[in-house]
């Protein structure tokens, strides 16, 4: 059972423009959660976070909004530049818990 | 500043073979986690370690063993490999539980 999912496995923008990447849950007890960003032969990378008190976070072209009551977190890049194509994850964590859980990413590709 | 390391890079064995895999990192981080990666699964928690001398299980955990003796090394044991288990082996740590963690590079272990 997915307790966190992304449903689309790609995403294909135009330089310039927002790319929106999406990752729903289902477990209310989630309270802090996590983006990360993936390039081929690397680990990923930790990229921005939001916890379950607010509902916007913003680091320069990168913002994660967050949506208790509909458990859906979005990550906003604009503009998006070409070295945004990566693999991005979203990651949760439950209150108290030392793991974090995983969604199986969503593959962005930005074109020139 | 090197960070998390992952020994070998590669590595190709035959189904019954054992081999560790090495994780070092150089932060100080208590935590220390070990995921696998398999295409279109997302990274899934094998074990991690909330401190030296400590390990618990995670989502996947059948077919590893893991210890970790001294607090910046956590190690992933395979004692008798298995093709399913050919995969890409990531190692992280984290200064908390459920805190952004740091990833390695990963090490990518096919099996015969």
């Known amino acids: 059972d997915q307790q966190v999912k992304q449903n689309s496995p790609s995403l294909s923008v135009q330089e310039g423009r927002i790319s929106i990447l999406n990752c729903d849950y289902t477990?209310?007890?989630?309270?802090?959660f996590l983006w990360y960003k993936k390039y081929p032969a690397e680990g990923p990378t930790f990229l921005i976070s939001?916890?379950?008190?607010?509902d916007k976070n913003e680091d320069g072209r990168f913002t994660v909004f967050l949506n208790k009551s509909a458990k859906h977190l979005s990550l906003h890049i604009v503009p998006s530049q070409p070295g945004d194509s990566a693999v991005y994850f979203c990651?949760?964590?439950?209150?108290?818990?030392?793991?974090?859980?995983f969604g199986k990413g969503t593959k962005l590709t930005v074109n020139p | 500043n090197a960070g998390v390391t992952q020994t070998p890079k590669f590595r190709v064995l035959k189904t019954g073979q054992s081999m560790t895999l090495l994780c070092a990192q150089d932060m100080n981080h208590e935590y220390m986690y070990w995921y696998r990666q398999d295409p279109g699964m997302g990274l899934r928690l094998i074990h991690y370690s909330v401190g030296e001398g400590t390990t618990a299980k995670g989502e996947v955990p059948d077919g590893y063993n893991v210890s970790r003796l001294k607090k910046q090394n956590f190690l992933l044991g395979l004692e008798s490999a298995a093709p399913s288990q050919t995969s890409v082996y990531f190692c992280a740590s984290a200064t908390q539980g459920g805190q952004p963690q740091h990833f390695g590079d990963g090490t990518r272990l096919s099996i015969l």
């Open positions: 477990n209310s007890m989630f309270d802090y």
């Open positions: 939001i916890s379950s008190i607010k």
């Open positions: 990651a949760l964590r439950k209150g108290g818990s030392e793991k974090l859980v």
